[in-house]
């Protein structure tokens, strides 16, 4: 889906690029097969493993931007096909934005980049194709104990990273303490309560733990 996508500088400096979201399981990734227009695209990288292959092969060239899972700018690279064989990318970036060579951002710009962040238009079809893809890709469970405080973690870790206004985020998991629901804290609550569902699972489930959080 399309967001918004700001790009931030030394002195408070930033810019506002739109990209087309796309989350990824795969550890393989086929640009190709995916009949990309001439847009930006944003790849969120979801699987915990330590790399990510791009092919390349047989696609349009572009300019590449890395970051790392905490959205920290890590560097820029190049896809340009100059022949018919096979152009395979290897990365340990977490979030890849691909930019159309054609539309290639001055190097100079590149060099001063430090991080990034998304913001979305507050409208309700906005938040229905959000919350769509959120509830397909980290689908909620309250069957079990673990299967609860784990698809929670996982969900909220999910609408951090995507930068989900509070108010659109699940309201599954409520604190015993105020009888809040996460969707209905301030910042700073929703934060305290992440953190400290993210180290009960720690400490009750590590193996759980680290399918979300460690890297293999």
């Given amino acids: 889906m399309n967001t ?4 931030f500088f030394p ?19 086929k640009i190709h097969e995916l009949k990309l227009a001439d847009n930006r695209y944003l790849f969120q990288i979801t ?5 990510t292959l791009f092919d390349f092969s047989k696609s349009k060239d572009y300019q590449i931007l890395h970051f790392d899972t905490n959205k920290s700018f890590i560097g820029a690279s190049y896809a340009l096909n100059r022949d ?3 152009f395979i990318v290897q990365t340990q970036s977490k979030w890849l934005l691909l930019i159309p060579f054609e539309h290639a951002m001055d190097p100079q710009v590149i060099n001063r980049i430090i991080t990034f962040n998304l913001y979305y238009e507050l409208n309700a079809f906005v938040k229905e194709e959000l919350l769509k893809k959120l509830n397909t890709a980290y689908p909620l469970s309250g069957h079990t104990g673990v299967g609860r405080l784990y698809t929670t973690v996982r969900r909220m870790k999910a609408e951090k990273e995507l930068n989900i206004p509070l108010s659109w985020r699940t309201g599954f998991a409520i604190a015993v303490a105020s009888g809040q629901g996460a969707s209905e804290m301030s910042a700073r609550e929703w934060s305290t309560f992440y953190t400290n569902l993210c180290e009960n699972l720690k400490r009750d489930y590590p193996a759980m733990y680290n399918r979300l959080f460690a890297i293999k």
């Fill in 84 to 86: 018919e064989g096979p």
């Fill in 47 to 51: 699987h915990s493993n330590l790399n």
């Fill in 11 to 29: 002195k408070t400096e930033s810019a506002i690029l739109d990209a087309i979201l796309l989350p990824f399981e795969e550890t393989t990734i």
């Fill in 4 to 7: 918004h996508f700001q790009l």
